[in-house]
Nanobody, 124 residues
Framework: QVELVASGGGLVETGGSLRLSCAPS????????VGWFRQGPEKEREFVAA????????NEADSVKGRFTPWRDNAKNTVYLQMDNLKPEETAVYYC?????????????????WGQGTQVTVSS
């Protein structure tokens, strides 16, 4: 069992930046692909980005390419999502999740472990 804790959310102005963190409680995530998803008000949870356990492969949704960057520091057992040039429509609860293997990293159903989410609010 892997319990994930997402943190780093907050209130930011349009065009601003935030860095989210995802760390496990009680077990390493160093052998897992970690994905980021978000769920806005009255919206479905959608894929944002993912990074393989070695950090050599990443996958980003088209809507965030060039602005969001997933990266990881396995020495600290932590995965990050750098978010730049944020937009108001990206206001959402952001979740991190973990799975084995990188295939299907954009599929919510393929993830076995989920964190509790952190709120990101982008003001216009």
């Amino acid at each position: 069992q892997v319990e994930l804790v997402a943190s780093g959310g907050g209130l930011v102005e349009t065009g601003g930046s935030l860095r989210l963190s995802c760390a496990p409680s009680g077990r390493t995530v160093n052998k897992f692909t970690v994905g980021w998803f978000r769920q806005g008000p009255e919206k479905e949870r959608e894929f944002v980005a993912a990074i393989s356990w070695g950090g050599d492969m990443t996958n980003e949704a088209d809507s965030v390419k060039g602005r969001f960057t997933p990266w990881r520091d396995n020495a600290k057992n932590t995965v990050y999502l750098q978010m730049d040039n944020l937009k108001p429509e990206e206001t959402a609860v952001y979740y991190c999740a973990a799975k084995s293997g990188f295939s299907g990293s954009d599929s919510r159903a393929s993830y076995s472990y989920w964190g509790q989410g952190t709120q990101v609010t982008v003001s216009s």
